[in-house]
């Protein structure tokens, strides 16, 4: 299937400059019964996109017309039977017309008048036509428009618009060697031939269509469909994407498409990439909706159920009891008690009349912004001396016999970082045990991730995925083991740190 699907895709691509991957998409979005709307400047080949894929498909009745504000619906769906008017029936004659069409391009298409788009949504939503009092069913199995415009919200044409599942911004040809092929070749032929083998059979076609049905979502992409749609409902920067049930409903159907026909019976996260040519509305959301599907499936990955997040939360939280437990965090200070009082011991040199003498600050005012006198051995204060720690661990004294000003630093017993001597072994123990543990559930995570990339890998080209987008999604994977790797590295030095 997938082999048959690419060589459809690279004939009838054929000399179709920066084309072939909107083709892909538009043949997939005909195969899975997904309307296509192509949007972009004139002159991009967008009529030209749409006979092409025509001739993929076995088509009895290819209907297409380009619309504009003087259109009249007989122009669509079929001139008004003359015969059946004087037998007092307004019934149209609708052969060859929309109505009848089973493929069908419609360019210009929000150019055309609100009778026609009404009627035209009835037709799109139900398959069915209302020929005077005859309810007709249309046998339209591919619907493919086409515009240089889009219509702006709240015009009426919400409901129409909504129908129209993929939605392409065919850009002009960017490259220069593209461009300069496109300058010295003939114009392109709208209908090249398709081997009979190749094309997809009104059968193909219906049976296919059953068989998606088929095709599994698993939970972790049922994930990144529910992280989708939460960011695109949460406004950012007033940046809000509205889309309704039914095209969700839609556009699960068309990757259960991709993947049918890229020969799996799941749905891969690789797929999920297919969503940014889906959810936008308006051009400005295009960049909006394509970082949430990005971010959404780097976020969920392949490991949304090992819980990384609360392995490195639980790492951080023993490491830091770690530490606490065989370092000192902080400096602690030599306290004496005087007077039932907290000291801390400084000496100063402020001058001759107090050097080195030794002084005695209270603790509880180290960090205030408070003036205090400083005590001696015995408890008396020392006023001689101003003190203020200024809101910091150093004191700053002012006074003496010549008001000169000193900082001085309380005497550390214990620098930060030093090595505790009170910490027992079974404490030592304990922790330890703790990150061994730590360490196989990572290393159980990893290697459940591992095998994971192993069977995904091999699966993850895709015949409608961009070949930078297929990278990106390897290159999340390699980082995500890398992460493991790392967070089992710092395992390993807490389990030396509890072993010393």
């Keep these: 299937m997938k082999s048959r699907i690419q060589t459809l895709i690279s004939a009838i691509s054929e000399n179709m400059y920066e084309r072939e991957h909107i083709i892909a998409l538009s043949l997939l979005a005909g195969v899975a019964g997904a309307n296509t709307f192509l949007y972009g400047a004139p002159g991009t080949a967008k009529s030209l996109i749409s006979r092409r894929i025509a001739t993929a498909f076995e088509v009895n009745a290819y209907f297409e017309y380009l619309m ?44 055309a008048s609100p009778a026609i788009l009404n009627t035209l949504l009835t037709l799109v939503n139900e398959k069915t036509f209302k020929n005077g009092e005859a309810v007709q069913q249309v046998p339209l199995k591919v619907l493919i428009s086409a515009s240089n415009e889009i219509p702006e919200p709240n015009q009426g044409l919400d409901a129409l618009y909504d129908r129209f599942i993929l939605r392409l911004q065919v ?19 709208v209908n090249i031939k398709v081997e009979r083998d190749l094309k997809i059979s009104a059968q193909e076609l219906l049976q296919w269509r059953e068989q998606m049905y088929q095709v599994q979502l698993s939970d972790t992409v049922l994930k990144v469909f529910d992280e989708i749609k939460q960011r695109l409902q949460f406004s950012y920067d007033d940046h809000q994407v509205y889309v309704s049930d039914r095209r969700w409903q839609r556009v699960a ?18 797929d999920l990439y297919l969503l940014k040519h889906c959810l936008w509305n308006q051009v400005e959301d295009q960049d909006f909706v394509h970082q949430v599907v990005n971010q959404s499936i780097e976020q969920i990955g392949l490991d949304s159920d090992l819980n990384l997040t609360g392995l490195i939360e639980q790492k951080e939280k023993l490491e830091q009891d770690i530490l606490n437990s065989v370092y000192y965090t902080d400096d602690v200070y030599e306290s004496y008690l005087i007077n039932d009082i907290e000291y801390l011991r400084a000496v100063t040199n402020l001058d001759h009349h107090y050097q080195d003498k030794v002084l005695y600050l209270e603790l509880n005012k180290m960090g205030t ?113 890398q992460t493991y790797a790392l967070h089992i590295q710092d395992t390993l030095r807490l389990e030396q740190l509890c072993r010393d």
């Design 369 to 481: 912004k408070k003036d205090f006198f400083a005590v001696d051995a015995s408890g008396q204060e020392v006023r001689g001396i101003v003190c203020n720690f200024n809101g910091s661990r150093l004191c700053t004294l002012k006074g003496g016999y010549y008001g000169l000003e000193e900082v001085v630093t309380p005497y550390i017993k214990y620098t930060k970082g030093t090595l505790r001597t009170t910490i027992t072994a079974q404490r030592k123990y304990d922790l330890l045990q703790q990150v061994l543990s730590l360490k196989t559930a990572l290393a159980d995570a990893s290697n459940t991730l591992q095998m994971r990339i192993a069977e995904y890998e091999p699966q993850v080209d895709s015949v409608f995925v961009h070949g930078h987008e297929i990278e990106q999604f390897k290159q999340q994977l390699n980082a995500k083991q």
């Design 253 to 270: 159907y068309l990757v259960k498409a991709a993947a049918f026909l890229n020969d799996r019976d799941e749905v891969l996260l690789t």
């Design 68 to 111: 504009n504000r003087f259109s009249t619906p007989e122009e669509i769906f079929g001139p008004v039977s003359i015969k059946a008017l004087k037998q007092d029936q307004y019934i149209r004659k609708t052969e060859h017309y929309l109505p009848r069409a089973d493929f069908a391009f419609l360019d210009e298409i929000w150019k």
């Design 171 to 189: 850009q002009p040809i960017a490259q220069a060697s593209n461009f300069h092929a496109l300058l010295q070749a003939k114009p392109s032929a």
